[in-house]
């Protein structure tokens, strides 16, 4: 890491984003710290923080050109449109590419080559234009994060019940941290990265029974997994308020769940962050901390 180098974090006001840029200030404090963001008020506790802000939208060509000038290190965090994301992430990578970029790194899905899962269609075409590119790049092929699951815990302790079409599918999750962690230690290092690929996923893997069972043994209370149709999850999530369409998308993904899509024992995520990962147990006990008037069993 030298002195003048740039890092530029697209989505840096996301979830994953503000994570990864609070762990650059941490480890890579004399860095130029860059944040793509799309509303900068959103984002004043960066900009307090001494992250630089840079307004564009990945639809609009001309902005991310502009947001990525100078740019040593882009780490693309990939859109959250799906079935919108080729254009903009083409948008994000011609702008690295004009800025002279060092460095590329995209958040990919886990297995992106061989994931037979709708949503890795997209990640495998982004793969192919950051190849073509002749961009230096690092894939970093993330698996499912647990707050997939623990963002929905207070509904399942309402119903007593996570509804799924993962069957007895095991899904090697890690926290969104771990995944943050690792992006952020690619991005600080003064390493040579370039044409890595890696498999991130977390250190141990369960079924949604398994999970529903940790819900109900930490909260004292009854959760049962109860495994549907990919026809009849994606009518559950249709009738949750979900549009048609990405009820489509996610029950197809939890069907090809069942089939082993997102389980992985590479251990590669621990090994880049220099930790285990965040156990799902962990995760489960941080999301009932949260609810108010939690009253828990023992953990």
């Known amino acids: ?21 609070a762990d650059l200030l941490r480890i890579a404090p004399e860095a130029r710290l860059i944040g793509i963001v799309r509303n900068p008020a959103a984002a004043k506790d960066l900009t307090d923080r001494g992250v630089e802000l840079r307004v564009a939208r990945y639809e ?14 882009v780490l693309l965090i990939s859109s959250s449109e799906a079935r919108r994301r080729i254009p903009q992430h083409r948008h994000v990578i011609d702008a690295a590419k004009a800025a002279g970029a060092k460095l590329f790194l995209y958040t990919s899905i886990l297995h992106a080559d061989t994931n037979p899962m709708a949503l890795a269609i997209e990640h495998r075409e982004t793969e192919a234009l950051i190849h073509s590119s002749g961009l230096p790049f690092v894939l ?3 698996g499912w994060y ?10 399942a302790l309402r119903h007593g ?48 029974t398994e999970l529903a069972a940790e819900i109900a043994r930490q909260s004292g209370r009854p959760v049962i997994y109860r495994n ?28 090809k769940l069942a089939a082993g899509a997102l389980h992985d024992e590479s251990r590669q995520l621990s090994g880049l962050i220099g930790r285990p990962t965040t156990t799902m147990a962990q995760s489960v006990a941080a999301a ?10 023992s953990s």
């Open 161 to 208: 019940v996570i509804l799924g079409a993962a069957g007895d599918g095991r899904v090697s999750s890690a926290a969104r941290a771990d995944f943050a962690a690792a992006a952020a230690a690619m991005l600080a290092s003064p390493a040579t990265q370039t044409g890595r690929v890696y498999e991130l996923a977390g250190d141990s893997a369960y079924t949604l």
């Open 1 to 21: 890491m030298t002195v003048s180098e740039s890092i530029v974090v697209t989505g840096a006001s996301g979830q994953l984003g503000r994570l990864v840029v």
């Open 140 to 142: 970093l092929r993330n």
């Open 228 to 255: 549907l149709s990919e026809a009849d999850y994606k009518a559950a999530l249709q009738a949750d308020g979900l549009p048609e369409e990405f009820g489509a998308l996610y029950a197809e993904s939890d069907a």
């Open 146 to 155: 647990t707050e997939n699951y623990t963002a929905g815990l207070a509904a």
């Open 288 to 297: 009932l901390a949260q609810i108010p008037s939690m009253h828990r069993g």
């Open 60 to 73: 609009d060509a001309a902005s991310v050109a502009a947001a990525l000038a100078g740019a040593d290190k």
